[in-house]
């Protein structure tokens, strides 16, 4: 049985919940970080010298990073066309997976950090403005590449969608004037009928 440490309010556990979900694996989670703690633990950084969520253990192997979780839950438990059974899909879904991280994620967590987690009287509106426009224009990018396709790679879902999805999620739920994007807004809808992207990530935002 596998173990994910981390609270469910977390991105990047959610993509790794939303792993464990699609492929339909038994599993425990255990509450950690944030309001939950426990990351400054010496038994905490023995698991993951990082001490951040997720971290996972597979019996004796125990890994951290969620994009290199979502892989390896992709390749040992998942096939075709989830984990892609050529070299350019699976090359293809890492890209997304890495844009999300660099390139996408740091914006979106100024905005969501700036109008969820932060009181009105102490949020810096000069950055959350900077990030909005951050997020349309990697939004609109994203929009652009679904565009004709069902999915980021085509027609099914891949491990490349759960970074990408998840952050989706989160944009079109804050409460912001969004610009129209509707192949992002249509993507959503088929990740919303998905149980297990509505079970671990579609969750209220905190
Ligand atoms: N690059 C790491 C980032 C991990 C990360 O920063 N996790 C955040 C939650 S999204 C965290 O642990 N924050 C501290 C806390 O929850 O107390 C990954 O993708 O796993």
């Known amino acids: 049985m596998l173990t994910v440490w981390g609270r469910r309010n977390s991105i990047n556990v959610q993509k790794v919940m939303w792993a464990v979900g699609e492929l339909g694996l038994p599993h425990r989670r255990l509450d950690a970080g944030g309001a939950f703690g426990g990351l400054d633990t010496a038994s905490y950084a023995r698991l993951n010298p990082n001490r951040r969520v997720p971290t996972l253990e597979d019996g004796d192997f125990v890994l951290w990073e969620s994009n290199a979780i979502v892989r390896y839950l992709a390749e040992v438990y998942g096939r075709a066309p989830f984990f892609p059974d050529d070299a350019r899909g699976r090359a293809l879904a890492g ?15 100024v905005v969501f950090w700036g109008l969820i987690r ?7 509106a000069a950055a959350i403005e900077s990030a909005l426009a951050g997020c349309a224009e990697a939004f609109r990018l994203l929009d652009g ?42 993507y959503h809808a088929r990740l919303a009928a998905r149980p297990a992207f509505a079970e671990h990530v579609m969750l209220p935002l905190t």
């Open 118 to 124: 932060t009181p009105p009287e102490r949020r810096d």
């Open 95 to 109: 890209q997304w997976m890495d844009w999300m991280t660099t390139t996408l994620l740091p914006p979106l967590t």
């Open 145 to 186: 590449q679904l565009e004709g396709r069902d999915f980021l790679l085509g027609e099914a879902l891949t491990m490349g969608d759960l970074p990408v999805g998840c952050a989706a999620y989160r944009w079109l739920a804050l409460p912001i004037e969004r610009p129209a994007l509707p192949a992002l807004e249509a």
